[in-house]
């Protein structure tokens, strides 16, 4: 009998270690024992220690988790990429990304509820909804979107990192430095990684106001989007569905670091914290993104700069201040980590889901593999890193909206009053088969070939609308699902009982 931390409630709970398990299990129980590395996976967090009622400190907590995560350099590409990509003017691009982030944000928010209720990961919860196979599907996709997620975060850091340096240091340096942060705090597990998010949003708002008060009497606020009619429309759809599958991506984990918050927390509140740490984290960075990208027609040090890369028009934009502008740069650098921590940690255990022996690999070995792949990523393609973000968000954006209307679906038609054996989430003979909704994946899927707008291949549907076409592969496999889905998951439970 040991005693053990609750990392969120700050109180001890007993449990009873047993030395069983593989090598590397007995290893990583060592490290939980002496050095507080977290050690369990995806293994259900019990109610015995989630005992206790919320305090105002939990929810604050919710909050700085997403608002951390979301306040980084990285979200300057998403509000960029209006203007740059999509011709859109400032105000046109601030309000679709206004309501497009919301609109996201509100999905991973009711995720996010599930981590609370059951004290299951959110992969973990895709066996309830999606079934014990299919999920094995949407961890795969949680893994390859994480792994895109952070090759992103290192390409930016490691470019305002060389920029600072005036190009002395390769990309490659900064690349290394910041998934080595990372890779410590995702690793070492909850119990730093919730201090750390908890506080790494602070120097990041004092930067960002600075960048405001240097930069942005250079927007161009005036000048409307290009285009007309159904061509314009068609820019102004895409952009609104990709600003919405940005943080629409964190639905695939949102739930993986409630799971030891108290059960009896207020799901509604948990909805509300998390909306509200995604859409105030991303909005304050992407409409400076938009600022700077709408300022590169009048501003020919900016444009020069932004031919460079990301970095160096950051620090170009602040230039007026200089070394205190490039220690505010270094700032935004470092604090990238606090957007790769999270996804790095949930993709540790989404590849605990795809097979029972990767079960039993502890999470901090998948960790550290994450950050050894998406490093090599990086370094391999620092240089194409628009292209690589915009291809990525869509695809994000994609899976998620079918997996997000399977979940609703399952939720409040089919367990609304069958309920959630949470404590089975492990048991084959309860978890449903997932014909139902392997099935209507694969369907959703096909809505989205037919309307999506990629620079790889624009589907029919998305030809009808303007010159440009319009992204709507994430509506269209959304609403097909969603027709799909209920009927054959009747049949189902009809015949297979489960």
């Keep these: 009998m040991i005693q053990k931390w609750n990392p969120i409630s700050f109180t001890t709970y007993t449990i009873t270690r047993h030395r069983s398990g593989n090598r590397l299990e007995r290893l990583a129980n060592e490290f939980d024992e002496h050095f507080g590395i977290e050690a369990?996976?995806?293994?259900?967090?019990?109610?015995?220690?989630?005992?206790?009622?919320?305090?105002?400190?939990?929810?604050?907590?919710?909050?700085?988790?997403?608002?951390?995560?979301?306040?980084?350099?990285?979200?300057?590409?998403?509000?960029?990429?209006?203007?740059?990509?999509?011709?859109?003017?400032?105000?046109?691009?601030?309000?679709?990304?206004?309501?497009?982030?919301?609109?996201?944000?509100?999905?991973?928010?009711?995720?996010?509820?599930?981590?609370?209720?059951?004290?299951?990961?959110?992969?973990?919860?895709?066996?309830?909804?999606?079934?014990?196979?299919?999920?094995?599907?949407?961890?795969?996709?949680?893994?390859?979107?994480?792994?895109?997620y952070g090759l992103i975060d290192c390409i930016v850091s490691g470019q305002i990192l060389s920029a600072v340096s005036g190009g002395s240091m390769s990309p490659v340096v900064g690349v290394v430095i910041t998934a080595l942060t990372t890779w410590f705090v995702s690793t070492f597990g909850i119990k730093l990684f919730h201090p750390y998010q908890g506080h790494a949003w602070i120097p990041q708002v004092a930067v960002l106001f600075i960048l405001i008060g240097c930069a942005s009497p250079k927007f161009d606020t005036v000048t409307s989007s290009q285009g007309t009619g159904a061509t314009v429309a068609g820019d102004r759809l895409s952009y609104f569905f990709l600003t919405a599958s940005v943080p629409l991506g964190w639905a695939s984990q949102s739930a993986d670091f409630y799971v030891y918050f108290p059960k009896s927390c207020n799901k509604y509140l948990v909805f509300l914290m998390t909306t509200m740490g995604l859409v105030l984290g991303k909005l304050m960075v992407e409409f400076l993104g938009i600022g700077l990208a709408t300022g590169l027609s009048t501003n020919p040090n900016w444009a020069a700069a932004f031919d460079v890369s990301l970095g160096a028009l950051l620090v170009e934009a602040f230039s007026p201040l200089g070394t205190f502008g490039h220690f505010c740069c270094v700032l935004l650098a470092v604090g990238i980590c606090a957007n790769m921590i999270p996804s790095t940690y949930s993709t540790g255990l989404s590849f605990q889901l795809l097979d029972n022996q990767a079960e039993r690999i502890p999470r901090i070995f998948w960790c550290t593999l994450t950050v050894v792949?998406?490093?090599?990523?990086?370094?391999?393609?620092?240089?194409?890193?628009?292209?690589?973000?915009?291809?990525l968000l869509a695809i994000i954006g994609y899976w998620?909206?079918?997996?997000?209307?399977?979940?609703?679906?399952?939720?409040?038609?089919?367990?609304?009053?069958?309920?959630?054996?949470?404590?089975?989430?492990?048991?084959?003979?309860?978890?449903?088969?997932?014909?139902?909704?392997?099935?209507?994946?694969?369907?959703?899927?096909?809505?989205?070939?037919?309307?999506?707008?990629?620079?790889?291949?624009?589907?029919?549907?998305?030809?009808?609308?303007?010159e440009n076409g319009a992204d709507m592969g994430l509506p269209c496999g959304a609403?097909?699902?969603?027709?799909?889905?209920?009927?054959?998951?009747?049949?189902?439970?009809k015949y297979l009982k489960r």
């Design 479 to 493: 609403i097909l699902t969603a027709i799909i889905f209920p009927p054959l998951r009747y049949i189902e439970l």
């Design 400 to 466: 998620i909206a079918i997996y997000m209307v399977i979940t609703i679906q399952e939720h409040l038609i089919f367990r609304r009053k069958r309920g959630w054996a949470w404590d089975q989430w492990d048991n084959k003979k309860y978890l449903p088969v997932g014909v139902a909704a392997f099935t209507s994946f694969c369907i959703g899927w096909v809505g989205v070939v037919l309307a999506m707008d990629q620079t790889y291949f624009v589907g029919p549907i998305a030809k009808l609308v303007g």
């Design 40 to 148: 369990r996976g995806i293994e259900r967090v019990p109610d015995y220690m989630r005992a206790g009622k919320p305090t105002t400190r939990d929810y604050v907590q919710m909050w700085s988790i997403w608002f951390s995560a979301n306040c980084t350099a990285t979200q300057f590409t998403a509000g960029i990429l209006g203007p740059v990509v999509f011709g859109l003017g400032f105000t046109d691009a601030t309000l679709l990304c206004t309501f497009g982030t919301i609109f996201g944000a509100m999905c991973s928010a009711y995720i996010s509820t599930f981590g609370v209720i059951s004290g299951n990961r959110t992969m973990v919860v895709a066996r309830f909804t999606m079934g014990y196979w299919p999920s094995k599907l949407a961890a795969l996709f949680n893994i390859v979107i994480n792994v895109g």
């Design 373 to 391: 792949i998406y490093v090599v990523c990086a370094i391999a393609g620092y240089r194409h890193l628009l292209t690589i973000f915009n291809n």
